[in-house]
């Protein structure tokens, strides 16, 4: 189920849902800027994780 789902959203938003540039800004928002493991719940990171997990989920 998640390698169809992974593969959907790569096939409708392409390589910007997987590989594309954060932007700096997002650093700012939520908690204060640190590493994945310190700050999770900062956009950065958020936005990190989500592409890691449709990386690792495709199967394409």
Known sequence: MRGVLCDSLFRL??????????????AGVGQRWDTYDKAPFNLYNVVWRVQNWVRCGMTD
């Open 13 to 26: 938003f392409g390589h910007r849902i997987c590989c594309g540039r954060i932007p700096a800004w997002t």
